[in-house]
């Protein structure tokens, strides 16, 4: 008979033995150890025992599930109402035969966020609504399971019950091997070198203190005190373990909106790719939602990155319970 416990520190080294059985042979598996996820996830601030349930039968860990509110780096305060009443589905682990049990996991979760008072549930890569305070580093490149194209079960599973795709987004490539396409790059950055500075603006590195990410430094163009628009780069160790190449990935690019519309955006890529190139970067990675049409067309072709992972996010809205358990 199946019982639906929740997590204990005894549980630990069964569940990662779950967790690396049942993500095994997909995209960037990285195998993790129970240390990799005490650090990433159990001391994570925010952690819930309780909201970890997992399925056991003769004290044998089944699969597990983890949820709870919508993750994000900023104050519960500062976030809009909306977003605080939703609940997430941060990871979902069976094996792949195990179709009723995944259901009924799914279904529980369901039911106890909004019990909580969710008046709707992601299911998401961690990335998309920030599950990654928690599994940064230990998902394969934040894939929450069962969410890339390659999870077909999960999202099988979550369709027939009640949820439904809200989002999707791509994680884009740009090989920097590509000669003619990096002297293309450069010679168009020159050109708009020229027309940033001959408006007051000057090239500035910056050195970050990322929360999710080590070695993290941005390319800023600045006037004055103010910066107008920036780029982020630096080593991206889930990929590159997997796939045994120097690859960086791209974050935090912003342009302020008075500036918008003059090629910065492209610019401050250029920047950071050549900076990137020059720290040992063999290729770039990054990723954008494919709603954002300017972001989406400034990487796939103006900069010529070329489509590597597609991501989708799912949404299920529930009626939450009259009494929250807090």
Not at 54 to 64: K, P, S, T
Not at 155 to 171: D, R
């Amino acid at each position: 008979m199946v019982e639906l416990q929740a997590f204990r520190v005894g549980h630990l080294a069964a569940l990662v033995e779950l967790w690396n059985r049942g993500l095994v042979g997909g995209p960037n598996f990285i195998e993790i150890g129970e240390a990799d996820f005490v650090r990433r996830v159990v001391s994570a601030t925010g952690f819930r025992p309780e909201r970890v349930l997992l399925a056991v039968a003769a004290d044998r860990v089944l699969g597990f599930v983890h949820f709870g509110p919508r993750l994000e780096v900023w104050e519960e305060a500062e976030r809009p109402r909306e977003q605080r009443e939703e609940g997430q589905i941060y990871a979902l682990v069976t094996p792949p035969s195990e179709q009723q049990l995944r259901q009924a996991l799914l279904d529980e979760a369901v039911t106890r966020l909004s019990d909580l008072g969710a008046t709707r549930v992601l299911l998401s890569p961690s990335w998309v609504f920030g599950a990654q305070p928690m599994y940064n580093g230990i998902a394969g490149a934040y894939e929450i399971p069962g969410l890339s194209d390659t999870r077909h079960e999960l999202i099988e599973t979550a369709t027939a019950a009640g949820f439904a795709p809200i989002a999707e987004y791509g994680t884009p490539e740009l090989d920097l091997s590509d000669g003619g396409r990096l002297e293309t790059l450069r010679a168009e950055g020159r050109r708009l070198r020229e027309r940033a500075r001959a408006w007051g603006l000057e090239e500035r590195p910056r050195s970050l203190k990322p929360t999710f990410f080590s070695r993290r430094r941005a390319v800023t163009l600045a006037r004055g005190h103010d910066v107008i628009a920036m780029a982020a780069y630096g080593p991206w160790e889930e990929y590159a373990r997997q796939y045994g190449r120097h690859i960086f990935g791209i974050t935090s690019v912003q342009v302020e909106q008075p500036w918008r519309g003059r090629g910065l955006g492209k610019l401050v890529m250029v920047l950071a790719l050549e900076a990137a190139r020059e720290a040992g970067a063999e290729a770039l990675h990054l990723h954008v939602y494919r709603a954002n049409q300017i972001a989406w067309n400034l990487y796939h072709q103006a900069l010529g990155f070329q489509p590597k992972w597609r991501w989708v996010t799912l949404a299920k809205d529930t009626a939450p319970s009259q009494v929250s358990s807090g």
